[in-house]
C-alpha cells in the first residue's frame, strides 16, 4: 500500500553569491511579511538572504525570482536574520522595509526602505544605527507594534531586538532611534535563588491571544497581569518567548516575557525592564549522546504549546500547555543537522546526503528523498568525487529555513543554492494540504532499523529479520515475498495464448485466495442470491484488480479521433468477480489502461455501458454491474437508455415512417406498390420478433436493471441528471421516461383514492412498491421536466412518444391532474395517520411484549395474528397513557444461569408488583 505522505526531488529556487571569506562566511535567511497598516501581519512566499560581505537579496519563492538587493561593506558580518515588512499602503502605494544586524568595525543595524507609487520609479534610502549599551551579538529580531502612544503612529511598526546576554531594546522603525532599554537582569528576577550567567540561544515574537490558546493555556492566572481582557480582536499585545541556558548548567530555561506599556515607556524614558510571565526550567534530554558539533536548532509552535530542540542528533518535543513541560517524544535523528515542524506528526530532517520525514509519535520514517538538485546544481556526489580528486575535505550541509503551508514547499540552503522540496500529503475537507503522517503511513517504517551501529566496535550493527507471511493477507498489495512482475508472469503467458479456462482459474485464485481477519466479517447479507456467489472479502490486492481489467477492456480509437471501449477478453469468473464486489467502474477501468500503457484522458459516458452490452445482449452482465458497482449519472442514463429501448418504451421515431401512402400528387406504379408491401412485411415481422424478446424470459431482468438504475440515479445531484439529461436523451425520449414514471406512479396506486371501487382494477396487487417510492418518481419527474425546459414545452420541440407535436398541452395537462391527485392522496394519508397513531402505537407495543418463541422465523411471526383477550363494548378504550401490559415470563433465570419455572406463586406475586398506585378495578358479581 503507497504512502500518503511524498517527497519531490530537490530543486534549485537561486543560486546565491558565495561570502567574500568562504572559510569563516556564512548565510542567515528571514521571513518576509506583509499586509496593510492595522491589519494582521502575513507570511509572504519570500525570503530575504543575508551573504556575509555581500549584502541582502530577497527572492520570491514561488517565481524563482530575484527581487531586490541591499549591498553592504565588505567586512560586514551578520549576526541573526533579517526581518523584512511589505506594507501596503495604499492601492498605488507599496513600502518595504528590511533590517539587518551585522558586526563589523562596530555592531549596527541597518534599515533599508523601498518605496514605490504607482508605475514610478522606485526610490529607496538607508539608514543605520550604532548598537549601544551591551557590545553582546543581537541574536533575534522582529517587528512590533509601535510604542508611542499618538494616534498618528497606532499602524506603524517597530524594531525589537534580543541580544545573546539577554538585553532586550526596542527602536524606531523608521529612524532607528533607542526607544528602551531592558537589561539581562529582567531575566532573573522570576527566580528565588541567585542565577549566573546566560547565553539567549533562541527567542521568538508572537502575541497574547495566540499564547492563551497552546503554551499559556495551563497558565490562565498570569494574564491577570494586563489590564485589560486579551481578545483576538481587541487588546493583544505581543509577548516574547526566550530560551536561555545558564553556562554552569546543561538544562535550560524558558522565558515568557510581556513588553513594556505604551504609557509607561513614555514616563520612565529609555530604561525599563520585560515584565516576566512565566519561567520554567526544561531539562536536557541529550546529554548521553557524544556532541557532535552541529549547532542547536529550535523550533516553536505557540499556538499548538510545542517547543521541539534538535540537540546531537536528538530530536525533542515538549508540551507546553500543562502547567510543567513534558517530553512528548524523543527521536534519534543519524546526522541530523537541522529540522522542520511540517505538523504535529510528521518533521522533516535533514542531513549532509538526504532529506528525511519522521512521525515523532510512532517513531516512523515516513518518507526520504536524497539531495540530488537535477540540472540547476551539481549533486552533491559530484562535488564530494572533485574535492577528494584534488585532496581537499568537504563538508556539506543542509539547513531549513521554512515551510509555505499554502504551497506545499520546504526551503533550506544547500552549500551555495537555495533549495525547495514539494510536500505532497493529504487534503482536508476545506482543500488544503494536510502534511500529517498516519499511521498506516508507519507501519513497516520504524526509525529504529535506521540506527547508527555502535561506536566501540569494529563489528556493524546486526539487523534482526522478522518473517511473517501473513502480513500480506492482511495489508494487500503493500508487500510480498516475491516481485510484482514473477507473479504476474503465468497470468500474463495465458493472456497471450487466450487461454481462457486457466487464466479465469488463476485470477479467481488470486483474487479469492485471501483470508479475512478474524475480528469481523466481509460476508454480503443482501436478499438478491444471484450474485452471492461470486462475492467475497473486500481486501483484494488492487494490482491484480488492475491486471484483469487492462486484459478485459482495450480502447480503440475511431475515424473521428475518439476513444471506444470494447471488450476484448471475456474471462466469465473474473469478469462476475470484478462486477459483484464494486471494482468494474470506470476510474478503476481507466487506471487499469493507463497501468497497461494505454494513453487515455478519460472514458465518455456510455462506452461501458455498451461495451458490456454488446458482450451480453441479455443484459445479465448489466445487472450486476448496475446492482453493485459505483457509476456516474450519465452512465445511469446511458443504461436507462438503452433498458428502455430494449423494452419498446421509447417508442417509435417518426422520421422514420413517413407516410408510405399518399392520396395526392403523381400516379404510383405497381413496382412501387409492391416494394411498399414488402417493406411493410418486413417490419411487421421486426416488430413481431421484438414483441417475443420484450415479452420473453429476459424481460424480467430487463425490468429489474432499469428499477435498479432508476433507483441509483436518484441518488445523484440534480444538476447532473438534468444536465445527463439534455446530453444523452432526445426530447422524445425524455417524454417516454415521462411516460414510464407516470405508469409507475399510476401502478403504485399513489393516485387513486380508496373510496373508490372502480379504480382498484387499474392497481397492480402483485407489485409491491415502497412507501418511499413517491420521492424517487417525483424528483425523477422534476428533472425531467426541467430537462426539456420552458422553452421546449411551449414550442413543441418534446415530441411524444408517437410523434405527435400538438399533444404537449394534453400530457402537461394530465401531469397536473395526476400530481394533484398524488397530492390529496399524501393530505389523506397524512390525515389517517393522526387518527390512528395511538392505535398503531398501542398495537406495536402490545406486539412487543408479546413472547417470541425461538423456533419461529421472523416470516412466520409477521404472518402470525396477534391474539387478544375478548372484552365488552363499553371498555374497549385505549388504556391509559397507552401502556401496553407487558406478559409474565413463565421462566426466570436463578443463580448461576439456572433456568427454573415460575410457580403460581411467583406469578400472583409479579402480578400484584404491576398494579399501579392509582389504578380503577372492576368488581363483578
Not at 458490456?612 to 445482449?617: A, F, G, N, S, T
Request: overall charge neutral.
Amino acid at each position: 500500500m503507497s504512502s500518503r505522505f511524498s517527497l519531490q526531488k530537490p530543486y534549485v529556487v537561486a543560486s546565491l553569491p558565495r561570502p567574500i571569506d568562504p572559510a569563516n562566511g556564512s548565510y542567515v535567511v528571514g521571513e518576509v511579511y506583509g499586509g496593510v497598516p492595522g491589519s494582521k501581519k502575513r507570511k509572504r512566499s519570500e525570503l530575504a538572504v543575508g551573504i556575509d560581505g555581500e549584502g541582502v537579496n530577497l527572492y520570491d519563492v514561488s517565481t524563482m525570482k530575484l527581487i531586490t538587493s541591499y549591498a553592504l561593506p565588505p567586512q560586514s558580518l551578520f549576526t541573526c536574520a533579517p526581518t523584512s515588512l511589505r506594507t501596503r499602503a495604499s492601492k498605488s502605494v507599496v513600502e518595504r522595509r528590511t533590517y539587518v544586524s551585522t558586526t563589523g568595525p562596530y555592531p549596527q543595524i541597518t534599515l533599508f526602505v523601498e518605496l514605490v507609487e504607482g508605475s514610478g520609479p522606485t526610490r529607496s534610502t538607508s539608514v543605520t544605527c550604532k548598537v549601544e549599551s551591551s557590545h553582546q551579538p543581537i541574536i533575534y529580531m522582529g517587528a512590533i507594534t509601535s510604542t508611542w502612544s499618538s494616534a498618528a503612529a497606532e499602524n506603524t511598526s517597530d524594531l525589537l531586538v534580543v541580544k545573546k546576554d539577554g538585553e532586550i531594546q526596542c527602536y524606531d522603525g523608521e529612524t532607528l532611534h533607542e526607544k528602551w532599554t531592558s537589561p539581562p537582569s529582567a531575566l532573573r528576577r522570576e527566580f528565588s535563588t541567585p542565577r549566573g550567567e546566560f547565553n539567549v540561544e533562541f527567542a521568538h515574537l508572537t502575541n497574547a491571544h495566540t499564547a492563551s490558546q497552546g503554551i499559556l493555556k495551563g497558565r490562565q492566572d498570569v494574564f491577570a497581569l494586563f489590564p485589560q481582557e486579551i481578545t483576538q480582536e481587541g487588546f493583544n499585545p505581543e509577548i516574547l518567548v526566550i530560551v536561555t541556558k545558564p553556562k554552569d548548567s546543561t538544562d535550560r530555561i524558558l522565558h515568557i516575557v510581556s513588553l513594556p506599556r505604551r504609557s509607561v515607556v513614555k514616563q520612565n524614558g529609555f530604561k525599563h525592564s520585560v515584565d516576566s510571565l512565566l519561567a520554567v526550567e526544561i531539562l536536557s534530554s541529550a546529554t548521553t549522546k557524544t556532541p557532535t558539533g552541529n549547532p542547536t536548532s529550535f523550533g516553536i509552535q505557540v499556538s499548538a504549546g510545542i517547543l521541539q530542540i534538535l540537540e546531537n542528533e536528538v530530536l525533542t518535543t515538549f508540551d507546553l500547555s500543562n502547567t510543567l513541560p513534558k517530553v512528548n517524544s524523543t527521536l534519534f535523528c543519524i546526522g541530523a543537522q537541522s529540522f522542520l515542524r511540517l505538523s504535529s506528526t510528521s518533521i522533516m530532517v535533514s542531513s549532509d546526503r538526504s532529506v528525511n520525514v519522521y512521525n515523532p509519535k510512532y517513531q516512523s520514517k515516513l518518507a526520504t528523498v536524497e539531495l540530488e538538485l537535477g540540472p540547476n546544481g551539481d549533486s552533491l556526489k559530484r562535488k564530494r568525487d572533485a574535492f577528494e580528486a584534488t585532496g581537499e575535505n568537504v563538508t556539506s550541509c543542509c539547513k531549513f529555513v521554512t515551510y509555505f503551508q499554502k504551497i506545499g514547499v520546504a526551503v533550506a540552503v544547500s552549500d551555495n543554492n537555495l533549495v525547495a522540496i514539494q510536500v505532497e500529503g493529504q487534503h482536508d475537507s476545506r482543500g488544503k494540504l494536510r502534511a500529517a503522517g498516519l499511521l498506516i503511513d508507519s507501519i513497516g517504517r520504524s526509525v529504529r532499523d535506521h540506527e547508527r551501529p555502535g561506536r566501540g566496535g569494529g563489528d556493524s550493527k546486526k539487523t534482526l529479520s522478522h518473517e511473517c507471511s501473513t502480513l500480506d493477507a492482511y495489508l494487500p498489495g503493500s508487500m510480498g515475498g516475491t516481485k510484482w512482475e514473477k507473479q504476474k508472469a503465468g497470468a500474463e503467458t495465458l493472456f497471450s495464448e487466450k487461454n481462457v479456462v486457466e487464466f479465469d482459474a488463476l485470477m479467481i485464485s488470486h483474487l479469492q485466495g485471501r483470508t479475512p481477519m478474524g475480528n469481523g466479517s466481509h460476508r454480503y447479507a443482501g436478499k438478491d442470491k444471484r450474485f452471492q456467489a461470486w462475492e467475497s472479502s473486500p481486501d483484494a490486492d488492487r494490482r491484480w484488480v488492475l491486471f484483469a481489467l487492462s486484459k478485459i477492456f482495450t480502447v480503440s480509437r475511431t475515424e473521428a479521433d475518439e476513444y471506444s471501449l470494447y471488450i476484448s477478453f471475456y474471462p466469465p469468473n473474473t469478469f462476475m468477480w470484478l462486477a459483484t464486489n464494486g471494482y468494474m467502474t470506470v476510474t478503476n477501468i481507466e487506471s487499469a489502461l493507463r497501468s497497461n500503457g494505454t494513453s487515455i484522458l478519460s472514458i465518455a459516458a456510455g462506452q461501458l455501458v455498451n461495451a458490456i452490452i454488446e458482450m451480453d445482449p441479455d443484459m445479465d452482465l448489466l445487472l450486476a454491474v448496475l446492482a453493485k458497482n459505483y457509476l456516474g449519472a450519465a452512465e445511469l442514463l446511458h443504461a436507462i437508455r438503452k433498458l428502455m429501448a430494449s423494452l419498446g418504451l421509447l417508442g417509435e421515431n417518426p422520421s422514420t415512417k413517413q407516410g408510405l401512402l399518399t392520396n395526392g400528387g403523381s400516379l404510383e406504379t405497381v413496382e412501387d406498390i409492391e416494394e411498399q408491401l414488402t417493406k411493410l412485411e418486413a417490419e411487421a415481422e421486426q416488430d413481431l420478433e421484438l414483441a417475443e424478446y420484450q415479452l420473453g424470459t429476459g424481460s424480467g431482468i430487463r425490468a429489474d436493471a432499469l428499477s435498479l438504475a432508476l433507483s441509483k440515479l436518484y441518488k445523484c445531484p440534480n444538476a447532473a441528471i438534468i444536465h445527463g439529461l439534455q446530453t444523452t436523451f432526445t426530447s422524445q425520449e425524455i417524454v417516454g421516461l415521462v411516460y414510464l414514471l407516470r405508469f409507475e406512479l399510476s401502478r403504485g396506486s399513489w393516485i387513486t383514492r380508496y373510496l373508490e371501487p372502480d379504480q382498484m382494477e387499474v392497481v397492480d396487487a402483485d407489485a409491491e412498491v415502497p412507501d418511499n417510492a413517491i420521492i424517487l418518481i417525483s424528483s425523477l419527474l422534476n428533472n425531467c421536466v426541467d430537462a426539456v425546459g420552458a422553452g421546449g414545452w411551449l414550442t413543441g420541440e418534446a415530441r411524444l412518444v408517437d410523434g405527435d407535436p400538438f399533444e404537449a398541452e394534453d400530457l402537461i395537462s394530465s401531469l397536473k391532474l395526476e400530481v394533484s391527485a398524488a397530492l390529496e392522496g399524501i393530505e389523506e394519508t397524512v390525515y389517517l395517520k393522526g387518527l390512528t397513531s395511538e392505535m398503531i402505537r398501542y398495537g406495536d407495543g402490545v406486539q412487543a411484549a408479546l413472547p417470541k418463541p425461538a423456533s419461529e422465523t421472523q416470516t412466520e411471526k409477521r404472518s402470525k395474528p396477534i391474539i387478544l383477550p375478548a372484552m365488552d363494548q363499553d371498555i374497549r378504550t385505549l388504556p391509559l397513557g397507552l401502556k401496553a401490559e407487558k406478559q409474565i415470563s413463565r421462566l426466570k433465570v436463578a443463580a448461576g444461569g439456572a433456568v427454573h419455572k415460575r410457580t403460581r406463586r411467583d406469578i400472583g406475586h409479579l402480578k400484584s408488583q404491576k398494579v399501579g398506585k392509582y389504578s380503577r378495578e372492576r368488581i363483578i358479581i
